[in-house]
């Protein structure tokens, strides 16, 4: 059984590893390695069982894409696992830094300027896909 850790709160996670079989505190272990450590890749998770590690997905995106602007600006095109692909946009400024990420593919409007647009609306993006960009 496949366990996507960015598509759980630590309730559901931990729920997730006992109907595996796995003690909960595993959830704990996964979640630190990610939200405290910043890895995300499960070959790096020591303390971290590989019968765990190899049944763990924490990001299924992938840059296919990376545009950078000389104002500082990062443009990255994200394939989603079904093949899909949204704009996520990182803007500094001098006093702080914004983000513009999707949370659809695709896009209903029709302007005929925007990229999203040209295929039409495809569908609205998973928590966690808006989450990895």
């Known amino acids: 059984m496949r366990i996507y850790l ?7 996670l931990r729920r997730e590893f006992e109907l595996v079989k796995q003690p909960a505190y595993r959830a704990n272990q996964l979640a ?3 939200y405290k450590k910043g890895v995300f890749d499960t070959t790096g998770m020591t ?3 590989a019968v765990i590690r190899d ?6 995106t992938r840059v296919v894409e990376r545009l950078d602007s000389k104002d ?3 443009k990255l095109l994200v ?3 079904d093949g899909h692909a949204v704009e996520t946009v990182f803007i500094p400024s001098p006093k ?4 513009c990420v999707s949370s659809q593919a695709g896009c209903a409007m029709g ?9 039409g609306f495809k569908r609205n993006l998973r928590s966690d896909e808006i989450i990895q960009q």
Not at 96 to 99: E, F, L, N, Q, R
């Open 6 to 12: 960015l598509q759980h709160d630590m309730p559901s």
């Open 32 to 34: 630190d390695w990610v």
């Open 47 to 49: 303390n971290v069982p």
């Open 55 to 60: 049944s763990v997905t924490i990001m299924d």
């Open 72 to 74: 500082g600006t990062i």
């Open 79 to 81: 394939e989603l696992s």
């Open 96 to 99: 702080s830094v914004a983000a």
């Open 111 to 119: 302007c005929r300027f925007c990229a999203s647009a040209i295929g």
